[in-house]
């Protein structure tokens, strides 16, 4: 049985501090480009109302020619606690952006320092800053330095598995002034293969006063757990594993809570669920929302009988009403039938 060690309980007890922030969860939705809209963000807080959460990545430079945020900016005044993460590896840039984020709404900047995508890595962004530290420490200076509230940085272990970095950049970003430090266990060579090194993470948190939170194969209640008693870690964020789940960041703030496991949605409260995204995608995006909506729905379309043939007929839809009409015609086959859910038929949660 599942249970919280002595230890952990303790740890957890108290607020989640990021600066003068303070979150009532250690459990956080990570920031995922096309995925992370408000729109997304709004389901998860439906079941971790305390959690934060992440806008997608906002590049900076591009921010600094238009005249108009971004809609992947946007936030509901309602939505906090709520931070926008910010990607470039210009320092005025950044700072700049920074900026017009906080009068956005942002109760923290985030700095991504891990993403791991060609494009964004060879223009200097994301993951590549774990080979420029000088230039990674002095964008949290001038951000630092542009606003007040909170700046955070998310980054990986190092480029390589011989060039694993993360304790030497972790400690010079505690020293530029980030408030807290995620830690996705992977290098950017393995991109999302391969197991996450969460040793890595905890050996961060042995040399850093600021709060660090462990990122990486964060697929359930369990495997939270497990991190977070392996590594010492003050929180967890979830990543992939919320894909077509937007229940996940809350079963395990839930646990962590409680100690008591919520019961596990069931593949027609799941399709209500991916009913809801859809329309709301609609409403808010219109036919762009229809287009994006395909790759959530088909990632909701699992761990029951005809889900196969649901998501290739999801991935393909025009119009909401289409969309809307196929769950609804796979509610009702399941609302009268008899079966049983197979182990092997649950969802998926892996990194892809």
Not at 46 to 53: Q, T, V
Not at 105 to 113: E, F, H, P, Q, Y
Not at 195 to 211: C, D, F, M, T
């Amino acid at each position: 049985m599942l249970a919280l060690s002595a230890e952990l309980q303790t740890r957890l007890a108290t607020p989640l501090k990021i600066g003068t922030v303070e979150v009532n969860s250690r459990v956080l939705q990570s920031p995922l480009s096309g995925v992370t809209d408000m729109v997304f963000r709004r389901l998860v807080r439906r079941y971790a109302p305390e959690s934060m959460m992440y806008t997608e990545m906002v590049n900076a430079t591009g921010l600094h020619y238009v005249k108009e945020l971004p809609k992947i900016m946007e936030v509901d005044p309602k939505e906090r606690p709520i931070s926008i993460q910010l990607f470039d590896c210009r320092p005025d840039f950044l700072a700049e952006a920074a900026i017009k984020a906080v009068a956005e709404g942002a109760d923290t900047i985030d700095i991504n320092m891990g993403c791991p995508v060609n494009k964004i890595t060879k223009n200097g962004g994301g993951s590549s800053l774990l080979r420029q530290p000088e230039v990674a420490e002095a964008i949290v200076r001038s951000v630092v330095a542009a606003v007040d509230v909170p700046v955070t940085v998310k980054t990986r272990i190092g480029w390589t598995e011989k060039e694993i970095t993360i304790l030497e950049f972790a400690k010079r970003m505690e020293d530029a002034g980030a408030q807290m430090i995620t830690v996705h266990g992977r290098t950017r060579a393995q991109g999302y293969n391969g197991a996450a090194h969460w040793e890595w993470i905890g050996k961060v948190k042995e040399i850093l006063s600021i709060p660090v939170i462990g990122n990486g194969d964060i697929f359930s209640v369990e495997a939270a757990v497990k991190c977070l008693e392996e590594t010492g870690a003050d929180g967890v964020m979830c990543s992939r594993g919320t894909l077509g789940y937007p229940f996940l960041v809350g079963e395990i703030d839930h646990f962590l809570k409680t100690g008591a496991k919520r019961t596990a949605p069931t593949p027609i409260e799941r399709l209500e669920c991916a009913r809801d995204h859809l329309q709301a995608l609609w409403e808010y995006k219109g036919d762009r929302g229809i287009r994006q909506s395909r790759k959530h729905m088909t990632w909701y379309a699992k761990g029951f009988p005809g889900a196969s043939e649901l998501r290739g007929q999801l991935a393909a839809i025009e119009t909401v009403e289409q969309g809307v009409e196929m769950i609804n015609r796979t509610i009702d086959r399941l609302l009268n039938c008899h079966w049983q859910e197979e182990e092997e038929l649950l969802p998926q949660l892996v990194e892809v």
